[in-house]
Every structure is written in structure tokens, then in C-alpha cells.
């Protein structure tokens, strides 16, 4: 019973560079959330999908980033034109279903490096 | 928005003391407060949470307690072990989003 999945682990990128981060959810999880972590700071909430539809982004800068999460294959999360301070790490969390509250697990998350 | 607040920042105990740590919340529509542990290169690890039709909730050494009114909440660790050790995240939700508190960074002496 795999846990929530993401990959790569680790992501170095030179400035203007793009960036891709996956996110597999737990089986049987159809709703995905992207978080963003500085270091030594809480996690700020970036995008919440379902199956093909983008959710919530409230959380998610207008340029540059955008997230995915087809009907086969993983959630994505792309940076474009990747600058120093996306350098962070990015985690992914699934629940099963929505309702007013709902457990979220989070994967190991990605950490970006932008040289 | 929701604004989550945590303190303290840092918590060092002896091993077998307990650990308490605190949040407050600003939305009173929030009515879920998980905690999360997180070690160091980890991701967050749900370890307690409580439901606000639920003013106290406990397993094993750890306990959750919710005071609505005043809007704030608690975790509470007691015979604390070395392996307790981490970065513990509060956060409160009232739909899509979670608002995380900047963290506790506990460490327990042996």
C-alpha cells in the first residue's frame, strides 16, 4: 500500500531553466494538493486538482507556474523560467474524497535547487 | 484568510518530560486541526487530529485538545522519547486549503 509518491527527489536547475515535479497520489486519492516549504517556514498552499480540473489555485503565482493532473499518470507541477527564489521544497499531498475536512497525506516532497 | 499562529518556535525537554505546543486560528469557519511531524528531509506525517465537534482526542502519549471559543489548540506530549525529536507543523482547515503554523522544532534530551 504505497503512500503518496513524488519524484524527482532532488531537482537542480539553472536560472531559466524549467522544472517539472511529479506527484503520485495514494490508490484509490483522486483530489491532489501542491504545497511550497522555504526553509525554516511552514507550508503554504499552492493548488488543489481533482481528475482534469484545477481546483483551487488561489495559492499559485499568475506567471511562470502552472499544475496538471491528467486523467492517466501523475499530478504535475511545471516551473518555467525558473528564477532563485523557487528554490524550495515542494510537497504533494492526496485525500481520497472531499468534504468539509479531510485528511491530506503528504509524499516525501521534491527539493528544488535553482543555481 | 485563515492565519495560524504557533508557538514556541523552539522546545527542548529532558526525556520522560512532557511537550506542549500551541496555535491559535483567526477563522471561526475551521473546523479541522490535524499535526504533522516532519524530520529532517522528510515530508509532514500526520500524527493527531481533532474535529471541532471534538473538544479533546488522545492516542497513546500524544493528545489534541480544541477550545473553540477561544479559538486555539494544543498538542501535548508526554514521556517524551529521543526519537520525538522534530519539527511539528499545526494547521487548520475549513475546505480546500490547509493554513500550516510556522512550526516547533523539538528536540528532546536524553
Known amino acids: 500500500n504505497a503512500g503518496v509518491m513524488q519524484n524527482p527527489r532532488h531537482l537542480v536547475r539553472r536560472r531559466g531553466q524549467e522544472a517539472r515535479l511529479r506527484c503520485s497520489p495514494m490508490?484509490?486519492?483522486?483530489?491532489v494538493y501542491w504545497y511550497r516549504q522555504l526553509p525554516e517556514e511552514g507550508l503554504k498552499f499552492m493548488v488543489y486538482l481533482q481528475k482534469e480540473n484545477i481546483i483551487d489555485e488561489s495559492g499559485m503565482p499568475k506567471e511562470r507556474f502552472s499544475a496538471e493532473f491528467p486523467k492517466e499518470g501523475p499530478s504535475i507541477l511545471r516551473i518555467q523560467q525558473v528564477v532563485r527564489g523557487d528554490s524550495a521544497a515542494y510537497f504533494c499531498?492526496?485525500?481520497?474524497?472531499?468534504?468539509?475536512?479531510?485528511?491530506?497525506?503528504f509524499g516525501p516532497g521534491t527539493r528544488l535547487t535553482v543555481l | 484568510g485563515e492565519n495560524v499562529e504557533q508557538h514556541p518556535s523552539t522546545l527542548s525537554v529532558q526525556e520522560g518530560d512532557s511537550a506542549v505546543i500551541k496555535c491559535t486560528y483567526s477563522?471561526?469557519?475551521?473546523?479541522?486541526f490535524p499535526w504533522y511531524k516532519q524530520e529532517l528531509g522528510k515530508g509532514p506525517q500526520l500524527i493527531i487530529d481533532i474535529r471541532s465537534n471534538v473538544g479533546e482526542k488522545k492516542d497513546q502519549r500524544i493528545a489534541v485538545t480544541l477550545n473553540k471559543t477561544a479559538k486555539h489548540f494544543s498538542l501535548h506530549i508526554t514521556e517524551t522519547q529521543p526519537e520525538d525529536s522534530a519539527v511539528y507543523f499545526c494547521?487548520?482547515?475549513?475546505?480546500?486549503?490547509?493554513?500550516f503554523g510556522t512550526g516547533t522544532s523539538l528536540t528532546v534530551i536524553p
Open positions: 490508490k484509490g486519492h483522486s483530489h
Open positions: 499531498a492526496s485525500s481520497p474524497k472531499v468534504r468539509a475536512s479531510n485528511e491530506q497525506f
Open positions: 477563522d471561526s469557519a475551521s473546523n479541522y
Open positions: 494547521a487548520a482547515s475549513g475546505g480546500n486549503q490547509f493554513y
